[in-house]
């Protein structure tokens, strides 16, 4: 079974940073591209980074390019996101994603506020 868990949201100031998680089972890391997306309060879904099976590859939205980093940790099938210089219209959902066998999976997502 194919499972998604985010966790490291929370609340923060601009200008400050956080790490997401997103630990998987069900399939290994290493062989799948993984994504982050986001969605803030009456917006559509934004992709934010990508990461290739082989993790020498990866690629960011334009509002986040220089200030996020996607990374993975294939002995804890975990991806990160670290998130630095954070503004508040970074604020929103974070959501890990993958497809397995062709099959699109979703994490539930974690909050991210950045307010003073």
């Known amino acids: 079974q194919v499972l998604l868990v985010e966790s490291g949201g929370g609340l923060v100031q601009p200008g400050g940073s956080l790490r997401l998680s997103c630990a998987a089972s069900g399939f290994s890391v290493s062989n799948h591209f993984m994504r982050w997306y986001r969605q803030a309060p009456g917006k559509d879904r934004e992709f934010v980074a990508g990461i290739n099976s082989g993790g020498e590859s990866t690629t960011y939205g334009n509002s986040v390019q220089g200030r996020f980093t996607i990374s993975r940790d294939n002995g804890k099938n975990t991806v990160y996101l670290q998130m630095n210089s954070l503004k508040p219209e970074d604020t929103a959902v974070y959501y890990c994603?993958?497809?397995?066998?062709?099959?699109?999976?979703w994490g539930q997502g974690t909050p991210v506020t950045v307010s003073s």
């Open positions: 994603s993958t497809a397995v066998d062709g099959v699109g999976y």
